[in-house]
């Protein structure tokens, strides 16, 4: 059973940094894509980056392309998504998700059905 936790939101001004992480158990992490979500107050979840297993395969979201960088210590067992220049509007709970393998077909990434494993999310918040 994999078991995802996230970790390193919390407040930040308006143009600010911060960096979440995703920490894996139970399983040989470098098996599985991780994509990273997040849901803002009354929307639906959206997807913001995703990385492959060996992370040689990374897809971000438009709204977020030259801004947010995602990578991974496989050893670790440790997702990390690095946010820049965050704006107001991306306060939201992030959440990380994984699945078995690869998602290779366009758009799967970004489709939750496709991750089978899911951590109970961080709240990011942007205000000054």
């Known amino acids: 059973q994999v078991q995802l936790v996230e970790s390193g939101g919390g407040l930040v001004q308006p143009g600010g940094s911060l960096r979440l992480a995703c920490a894996a158990s139970?399983?040989?992490?470098?098996?599985?894509?991780v994509g990273w979500f997040r849901q803002a107050p009354g929307k639906e979840r959206e997807f913001v980056v995703y990385i492959s297993g060996n992370g040689g395969r990374t897809v971000h979201a438009d709204s977020v392309k030259g801004r947010f960088t995602i990578s991974r210590d496989n050893p670790k067992n440790t997702v990390y998504l690095q946010m820049n220049s965050l704006k107001p509007e991306e306060r939201a709970v992030y959440c990380c998700?994984?699945?078995?393998?690869?998602?290779?077909?366009?758009?799967?990434?970004?489709?939750?059905?496709?991750?089978?494993?899911w951590g109970q999310g961080t709240q990011v918040t942007v205000s000054s």
């Open positions: 139970g399983t040989t992490f470098s098996n599985y894509a």
């Open positions: 998700a994984a699945t078995l393998g690869a998602l290779v077909y366009f758009n799967t990434w970004a489709d939750t059905r496709h991750y089978h494993y």
